[in-house]
């Protein structure tokens, strides 16, 4: 029994990710073992402002862990955002004896949970996104789903291109992160991946289909990361024109690249988790409920090189920023030269990990 937390809340918030429930279940069934009720808040923040509370027992997590989506429910709210928001849900808290909080989500969820730590309530975050965007974890709840239904579907995708010598052009999610593109564009062995992360050069793609449609290579797939919505339908119609004006040239319809387009959207974040995701979220669920009963707060959940360990949210939050580029004047002043550093040489490595990688598809996808 922990001294301390009579009862915790869970919620997931943001895009759902496949694994979320799985996390749900660890979170409960761990702070059950120690004695410690569980409540979860329905529609992630939205439930703890608008006091929608549900008591997960463990037999409510029953049954769970191979489902997808989140039974307690997602949102993206932007009441939370607002300080009377936040009152509403530290009053209901309070009034439920909710001692401390695990937030499951992306970096939107974060931002909740630091301003719930702030605020005095022990909030631990554990990241559950099928973007894989949280660059202090190498891994995240949702993103080895995510990229399994991708190449799933890309796989059939692929038979009816080989069957009618087409190029099929996929869109998949991601936000702003290339990780389910360029994996699954190597996994499907896509001739082209379009990510964020590194150059794209059209001309030079149209031309190594035409080349390799020389050499009598029947189907064409590429993927492309919906960073760019207008990509997609360009490429597609680009390459069925120019191979069109190309085989009439020289009158040789084999050159031809009939080309369609298919964005897959929310596709992605259905389907059973894998069992990598199941494991993921169960290490990190029962971590977040260890750190929160040994007294810590304002903290995420992180996997790094297979092992689980945790950074603090401010910190994750300026890597992000670091590695997009986004960071604004005073962010880094609460940090020292050497930690600076250190954060400078993880991202480099981080991205020279993916021009690496990049680079080893596009030689192989020839
Ligand atoms: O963050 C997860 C994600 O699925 C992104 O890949 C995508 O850009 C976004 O959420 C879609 O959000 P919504 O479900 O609100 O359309």
Known sequence: MSAKFRKICVLTSGGDAPGMNAAVRAVTRAAN????????????????????????????????????????????????????????????????????????GGDGTFRGATDLSQRGIPTIGIPGTIDNDITASDNTIGFDTAMQTVVDNVDRLHDTCESHARCNVVEV??????????????????VAAVIPECDFDEEACINKIIRLRREGKRSFLIIVSEAFPEVGPALTKKITEVTRELSEKENNDKLWVESKFCRMAHIVRGGSPTLSDRLLATKMGVRAVDELFAGNSDIIV?????????????????????????????????LSADEIKEMEKFIEEKKAGFKTTYAMFNELAN
């Open 173 to 190: 999610m991601g936000r702003g992160a290339g990780d389910i593109t360029l994996n699954t564009a190597i996994a499907t062995g896509a």
């Open 33 to 104: 073992a120690r004695g410690v009720q569980v409540m979860g808040s329905l529609g992630g923040y939205r439930g703890m402002i608008h006091d929608e509370f549900v008591e997960l027992t463990n037999r409510a997590v029953s049954n769970k862990i191979q489902l997808s989506g989140t039974f307690i429910y997602s949102d993206r709210c932007l009441e939370f955002k607002e300080e009377a928001g936040m009152q509403k849900a530290i009053a209901n808290l309070k009034k439920h004896e909710i001692d401390g909080v695990v937030a499951i």
């Open 302 to 334: 992180v996997e790094r090189e297979g092992k689980i360990t945790t950074c603090g949210i401010l910190w994750s939050q300026i890597l992000d920023r670091m590695y997009k580029g986004t960071l604004k004047e005073g962010m880094t002043d609460s």
